[in-house]
């Protein structure tokens, strides 16, 4: 069965400055997509990033990037240049093919980044 | 484009009591998908559809069944509700093909409390 660990529940960082969160995942996959969801107080879920792991580029949306080390199937977000509205409920979540065109989306249990001024 | 819209957003049910949760989505997504998320925890995958007339189960149905009779709406029905069903839950939608690049889109949730 396909895990995914996020063993920082609560993290806290300055504004304008970086902070990384960190995600394990576990799986005998080799087609498999990666991604890091927000979900600000308002509950609704957002996608931050999304990484195909065929690609060894790492993915980047402005202020967002990862690093994705596929043989220690890790893949951590960096948040640059923190912002107040940063603050959320992380989630780092695993989707894998489960047969035919069906795939299985798998969620960590939330990193909780505060971001202060 | 109203994306992904659940109804109720919260909802207090007695033990016992039956109801349905509302998603409809306007983006003429094929794949939809109810999860549930309790507190501190992941989101977990209750039942998902990949068309109309077509769904499947997830990794928590039990106490739950779902219906897909047109591309947009996706209803989840709690027949016998049971304080373990006490949760938030989202709805989200994606298009088919490959889902990596096609991301799923999530409604706002609804919390609903079993007493």
Known sequence: AQTVTQSQPEMSVQEAETVTLSCTYDTSENNYYLFWYKQPPSRQMILVIRQEAYKQQNATENRFSVNFQKAAKSFSLKISDSQLGDTAMYFCAFMKPVGGSNYKLTFGKGTLLTVNP | N??????????????????????????????????????????????????????????????????????????????????????????????????????????????????
């Not at chain 2, 047109?70 to 016998?80: A, G, H, I, V």
């Open chain 2, 2 to 115: 109203a994306g992904v819209t659940q109804t109720p957003k919260f909802r207090i049910l007695k033990i016992g009591q039956s109801m349905t949760l509302q998603c409809t989505q306007d983006m003429n997504h094929n794949y939809m998908y109810w999860y549930r998320q309790d507190p501190g925890m992941g989101l977990k995958l209750i039942y998902y559809s990949v068309g109309a007339g077509i769904t499947d189960k997830g990794e928590v149905p039990n106490g739950y069944n779902v219906s897909r009779s047109t591309t947009e709406d996706f209803p989840l029905r709690l027949e016998l509700a049971a304080p373990s069903q006490t949760s938030v839950y989202f709805c989200a939608s994606s298009y088919s093909g490959t889902p990596g690049r096609q991301p799923q889109h999530f409604g706002d949730g609804t919390r609903l409390s079993i007493l």
